[in-house]
Nanobody, 125 residues
Framework: QAQLAESGGGLVQPGGSLRLSCSAS????????IGWFRQTPGKAREGVAL????????DYADSVKDRFTISRDNAGTTVYLQMNNLKPEDTALYYC??????????????????WGRGTQVTVSS
Protein backbone atom coordinates (compact mmCIF):
# COMPACT_ATOMS: atom_id res chain seq x y z
CA GLN A 1 0.00 0.00 0.00
CA ALA A 2 1.38 3.40 -0.98
CA GLN A 3 2.36 5.65 1.87
CA LEU A 4 3.90 9.06 2.43
CA ALA A 5 6.12 9.91 5.36
CA GLU A 6 7.23 13.32 6.53
CA SER A 7 10.34 14.05 8.55
CA GLY A 8 12.43 17.02 9.59
CA GLY A 9 10.09 18.87 11.90
CA GLY A 10 11.15 20.15 15.27
CA LEU A 11 11.63 23.15 17.50
CA VAL A 12 13.47 26.14 16.07
CA GLN A 13 13.97 29.73 17.13
CA PRO A 14 12.47 32.58 15.13
CA GLY A 15 14.67 33.35 12.16
CA GLY A 16 15.91 29.77 11.99
CA SER A 17 15.55 27.16 9.28
CA LEU A 18 14.24 23.65 8.89
CA ARG A 19 14.04 21.29 5.95
CA LEU A 20 11.08 18.97 5.79
CA SER A 21 11.27 15.81 3.73
CA CYS A 22 8.48 13.79 2.19
CA SER A 23 9.33 10.27 1.11
CA ALA A 24 7.12 7.63 -0.39
CA SER A 25 6.80 3.91 -0.46
CA UNK A 26 4.78 2.24 -3.14
CA UNK A 27 4.67 5.17 -5.52
CA UNK A 28 7.12 7.25 -7.50
CA UNK A 29 6.78 10.87 -6.47
CA UNK A 30 7.97 12.04 -9.85
CA UNK A 31 4.61 11.12 -11.34
CA UNK A 32 2.60 13.09 -8.80
CA UNK A 33 1.93 16.66 -7.85
CA ILE A 34 3.18 17.03 -4.29
CA GLY A 35 1.99 19.59 -1.83
CA TRP A 36 2.50 20.71 1.73
CA PHE A 37 -0.25 22.12 3.85
CA ARG A 38 -0.30 23.00 7.52
CA GLN A 39 -2.82 22.77 10.30
CA THR A 40 -2.96 24.56 13.62
CA PRO A 41 -5.70 23.82 16.16
CA GLY A 42 -8.41 26.42 15.93
CA LYS A 43 -7.21 27.75 12.59
CA ALA A 44 -8.09 26.94 9.03
CA ARG A 45 -5.83 24.65 7.07
CA GLU A 46 -3.43 26.50 4.83
CA GLY A 47 -1.90 25.24 1.64
CA VAL A 48 1.77 26.18 1.80
CA ALA A 49 3.45 24.98 -1.38
CA LEU A 50 3.13 22.55 -4.25
CA UNK A 51 5.28 21.20 -7.04
CA UNK A 52 3.72 19.70 -10.14
CA UNK A 53 4.64 16.46 -11.81
CA UNK A 54 6.58 16.59 -15.06
CA UNK A 55 7.64 20.22 -15.39
CA UNK A 56 7.94 20.77 -11.62
CA UNK A 57 6.18 24.11 -11.59
CA UNK A 58 5.82 25.48 -8.08
CA ASP A 59 3.31 27.60 -6.23
CA TYR A 60 3.45 29.15 -2.78
CA ALA A 61 1.14 30.77 -0.32
CA ASP A 62 1.78 34.50 0.00
CA SER A 63 2.59 33.97 3.66
CA VAL A 64 5.66 31.87 2.82
CA LYS A 65 6.84 33.29 -0.50
CA ASP A 66 10.54 34.12 -0.52
CA ARG A 67 11.03 32.09 2.66
CA PHE A 68 10.01 28.54 1.70
CA THR A 69 11.21 26.49 -1.25
CA ILE A 70 9.73 23.23 -2.46
CA SER A 71 11.84 20.88 -4.56
CA ARG A 72 12.16 17.26 -5.52
CA ASP A 73 15.22 15.10 -5.96
CA ASN A 74 16.16 13.76 -9.37
CA ALA A 75 15.36 10.20 -8.39
CA GLY A 76 11.76 11.18 -7.66
CA THR A 77 11.88 9.61 -4.24
CA THR A 78 11.80 12.64 -1.98
CA VAL A 79 10.24 16.10 -1.97
CA TYR A 80 11.68 18.78 0.27
CA LEU A 81 10.32 21.91 1.85
CA GLN A 82 13.15 24.23 2.81
CA MET A 83 11.86 26.73 5.34
CA ASN A 84 13.98 29.78 6.12
CA ASN A 85 13.45 32.81 8.33
CA LEU A 86 10.82 30.94 10.29
CA LYS A 87 8.28 32.90 12.28
CA PRO A 88 6.14 31.90 15.26
CA GLU A 89 3.10 31.94 12.99
CA ASP A 90 4.67 29.11 10.98
CA THR A 91 4.10 26.83 13.95
CA ALA A 92 1.83 24.02 12.77
CA LEU A 93 1.53 20.38 11.89
CA TYR A 94 2.79 20.05 8.33
CA TYR A 95 1.38 17.43 6.01
CA CYS A 96 2.78 16.13 2.75
CA UNK A 97 0.19 15.13 0.15
CA UNK A 98 0.32 13.66 -3.34
CA UNK A 99 -2.08 13.28 -6.21
CA UNK A 100 -1.83 12.21 -9.82
CA UNK A 101 -4.46 14.76 -10.91
CA UNK A 102 -3.45 18.14 -12.23
CA UNK A 103 -5.02 21.47 -11.41
CA UNK A 104 -5.70 21.04 -7.71
CA UNK A 105 -4.18 24.19 -6.28
CA UNK A 106 -3.06 25.30 -2.86
CA UNK A 107 -6.64 25.63 -1.68
CA UNK A 108 -7.34 21.98 -2.53
CA UNK A 109 -4.31 20.24 -1.07
CA UNK A 110 -6.40 18.46 1.56
CA UNK A 111 -8.35 16.84 -1.29
CA UNK A 112 -5.24 15.08 -2.50
CA UNK A 113 -5.41 11.32 -2.46
CA UNK A 114 -2.29 10.41 -0.50
CA TRP A 115 -1.45 11.94 2.86
CA GLY A 116 1.39 11.57 5.29
CA ARG A 117 0.84 11.61 9.03
CA GLY A 118 2.32 15.04 9.53
CA THR A 119 5.39 16.49 11.19
CA GLN A 120 5.25 19.17 13.86
CA VAL A 121 7.08 22.44 13.37
CA THR A 122 7.33 24.74 16.37
CA VAL A 123 8.89 28.17 16.10
CA SER A 124 9.53 29.67 19.49
CA SER A 125 12.22 31.39 21.50
Amino acid sequence: QAQLAESGGGLVQPGGSLRLSCSASGLSLGHYTIGWFRQTPGKAREGVALITSGDSNTDYADSVKDRFTISRDNAGTTVYLQMNNLKPEDTALYYCVADVRDGLGLDRLWDYFYWGRGTQVTVSS
